[in-house]
Antibody
Framework: QVQLQESGPGLVKPSETLSLTCTVSGGSVSPYFWSWIRQPPGKGLEWIGFIYYSGNINYNPSLKSRVTMSVDTSKNQFSLKLSSVTAADTAVYYC?????????????WGRGTMVTVSS | DIQMTQSPSSVSASVGERVTITCRASQGINDYLAWFQQKPGKAPKSLIYAASSLQSGVPSKFSGSGSGTDFTLTISSLQPEDFAIYYCQQYNTYPVTFGQGTKVQIK
């Protein structure tokens, strides 16, 4: 059974870069699309972007200038970097798998990791 | 961006009742519509994709319908474990967008 686990610092200072990794266990990063989604405390869900195992990427335009996603097939991981963070980036960050052949529907979610932006 | 509007924002229902949640897209999205369930402090759980297809392992009491701009999620007989927030999501057009959520509460 495929499981996803997010990892990274829970506290990031304003103006610095948030870095998270999602480790895929019980399956392979190929040949899937992968996604990052976030949820500010008490609010709804926001899509950050998709990345294909081969590296093709699509970012949310609202974050595009600050986001970098990557895949490491050798480690069965994919990653998120968000630069120049502010308090508005405080959220639970989820990694997720896109169902094969669905065109973009998420089928598996990680448990999520809370990231707080504060000095 | 495509706006996804869910109604109602919250609904109170009793165990055993049938509940229907509506999701409307600001423009046509074919059937590229998913539904998720989220319980407090937990990650969302995927219920439905392609408007009406159940994700693996999801019980048949959940059903989805619709195409174009108007969609529904129906829970046929509400059970205690179904009290949660439900979100719709369109993935027809980038950026992917979510509805604001519908909270299903105990009456």
């Amino acid at each position: 059974q495929v499981q996803l686990q997010e990892s990274g610092p829970g506290l990031v200072k304003p103006s610095e870069t948030l870095s998270l990794t999602c480790t895929v266990s019980g399956g392979s990063v190929s040949p899937y699309f992968w996604s990052w989604i976030r949820q500010p405390p008490g609010k709804g869900l926001e899509w950050i972007g998709f990345i294909y195992y081969s590296g093709n990427i699509n970012y949310n335009p609202s974050l595009k200038s600050r986001v970098t996603m990557s895949v490491d097939t050798s480690k069965n991981q994919f990653s998120l970097k968000l630069s120049s963070v502010t308090a508005a980036d405080t959220a639970v960050y989820y990694c997720a798998r896109v169902k094969y052949g669905s065109g973009g529907a998420v089928d598996i979610w990680g448990r999520g990791t809370m990231v707080t932006v504060s000095s | 961006d495509i706006q996804m509007t869910q109604s109602p924002s919250s609904v109170s229902a009793s165990v055993g009742e049938r509940v229907t949640i509506t999701c409307r897209a600001s423009q046509g999205i074919n059937d590229y519509l998913a539904w998720f369930q989220q319980k407090p402090g937990k990650a969302p759980k995927s219920l439905i994709y392609a408007a009406s297809s159940l994700q693996s392992g999801v019980p048949s009491k959940f059903s989805g319908s619709g195409s174009g701009t108007d969609f529904t999620l129906t829970i046929s007989s509400l059970q205690p474990e179904d009290f949660a927030i439900y979100y719709c999501q369109q993935y027809n057009t980038y950026p992917v967008t979510f509805g604001q959520g519908t909270k299903v509460q105990i009456k």
